[in-house]
């Protein structure tokens, strides 16, 4: 599922520039991927589209984060001393390592609330047990390009470099 993504991610810059499922099927069939990863990664996205459009944050700077009747408001805007605490199921699935990147993420300013709840929501819909940091990482740039926000280059450089290949200073 996570190489139909990464191939979603790279032809399709903007996800709105994507095709409709039916059309992304074909073309993902003649790209040559298997017909369940398919599947998988359509059903996946059919979720991260709705996490999407249905978490909006409130009381951000946006002039479109007032509550809309068709765009249920889903999460409240985080106050300053809040905390996110994860649930047994999101520990075990996720486990520590993924959990620290997103913590990472977060205190580095590039994770606001609002789209690590997205990040939490398909991380807990994607295979693993626990989920591999290298899935997470495709997630947070699917959630980036859902939202139609293409994360910096430092962020970028970080969410697709392999850490293994890294040199220590």
Not at 10 to 31: F, H, V
Not at 35 to 45: F, K, M
Not at 141 to 169: F, I, K, N
Request: glycine share 6%.
């Amino acid at each position: 599922m996570f190489e139909v993504l990464v191939y979603v991610y790279e032809n399709y810059w903007q996800g709105d520039a994507c095709p409709a499922p039916r059309q992304l099927s074909r073309k993902l069939i003649a790209a040559g991927f298997e017909s369940d990863e398919i599947e998988a990664a359509l059903t996946w996205l059919s979720g991260l589209q709705v996490a999407a459009h249905n978490t909006r944050a409130t009381g951000s700077d946006k002039e479109d984060a007032a509550p809309r009747p068709e765009h249920p408001v889903l999460l409240q805007a985080q106050s300053a001393d809040s905390m996110r605490v994860y649930s047994v199921a999101e520990q075990d699935h996720l486990g520590a390592e993924t959990l620290g990147f997103v913590s990472f993420l977060e205190s580095a300013g590039v994770l606001p609330p609002h789209m690590r709840e997205i990040v939490m929501d398909r991380a807990m819909a994607a295979p693993g047990d626990p989920l591999d940091l290298d899935d997470l990482k495709i997630i947070v740039l699917m959630v980036y390009w859902s939202v139609g926000e293409e994360p910096d280059a430092l962020v970028l450089d970080e969410l697709c470099e392999d850490a293994h290949y890294r040199v220590a200073h």
